[in-house]
T-cell receptor, first 115, second 115 residues
Framework: DQQVKQNSPSLSVQEGRISILNCDYT??????FLWYKKYPAEGPTFLIS?????DKNEDGRFTVFLNKSAKHLSLHIVPSQPGDSAVYFC??????????????FGTGTLLAVQP | GAVVSQHPSRVICKSGTSVKIECRSL??????MFWYRQFPKQSLMLMAT?????????EQGVEKDKFLINHASLTLSTLTVTSAHPEDSSFYIC???????????FGSGTQLSVL
């Protein structure tokens, strides 16, 4: 049962344009969402996060939007740059309390930014 | 950002041998470490969670006697794949989180190939 879904396995965007990566989840108990970027043969690196009590968080070229009623979040990158080309994972946290909260990852979206 | 070092980055071994993967937090105390596995074109799948000084908690379907996890200190966790078989070939990634922190910091991953 995939609780976090990224339905687009890949996305191609022209340099300078906006990249929109989508993520859907099924569990309303998730309280924190994160986006990670991953290059081949490397571990993921943290990009941006959002708490379930917010609907938007912005950091430079990256903005994450959360629509709780639709159980949907999206990552906007604008303007897109060739160096943004990577696999992007969204992740959701189930709040168990204490130190054992774990993240559930989506399947990833491969973003290719064309020069 | 925080640094997590994972070693080795790549290992090729014969079927039946055991392989140890190390994960170190270099500049913070990792009270919780997570071990993930990623098969090609699939998501990061959580294998187990370990808190310093206590036994690891394994996800359903992960054999604890096959994947031995030791989190003996606040900066080191190890994953030992015992009696490895070709189906264990995968990309293994560790991640670490400090006390009271939300973000996970990932190691660079280990590509295990079992012949």
């Amino acid at each position: 049962d995939q609780q976090v879904k990224q339905n687009s396995p890949s996305l191609s965007v022209q340099e300078g344009r906006i990249s929109i990566l989508n993520c859907d989840y099924t569990n309303s108990m998730f309280d924190y969402f994160l986006w990670y970027k991953k290059y081949p043969a490397e571990g993921p690196t943290f990009l941006i996060s959002i708490s379930s009590i917010k609907d938007k968080n912005e950091d430079g070229r990256f903005t994450v939007f959360l629509n709780k009623s639709a159980k949907h979040l999206s990552l906007h990158i604008v303007p897109s740059q060739p160096g943004d080309s990577a696999v992007y994972f969204c992740a959701a946290r189930m709040n168990y309390g204490g130190a054992t909260n774990k993240l559930i990852f989506g399947t990833g979206t491969l973003l290719a930014v064309q020069p | 950002g925080a640094v997590v070092s994972q070693h080795p980055s790549r290992v090729i071994c014969k079927s039946g041998t055991s392989v140890k993967i190390e994960c170190r937090s270099l500049d913070f105390q990792a009270t919780t470490m997570f071990w993930y596995r990623q098969f090609p074109k699939q998501s990061l799948m959580l294998m187990a969670t370990s808190n310093e000084g206590s036994k690891a908690t394994y996800e359903q379907g992960v054999e604890k006697d096959k994947f031995l996890i030791n989190h003996a200190s606040l900066t080191l966790s190890t994953l030992t794949v015992t009696s490895a078989h070709p189906e264990d070939s995968s990309f293994y990634i560790c991640s670490a989180r400090g006390r009271g922190k939300e973000k996970l910091f990932f190691g660079s991953g280990t590509q295990l190939s079992v012949l």
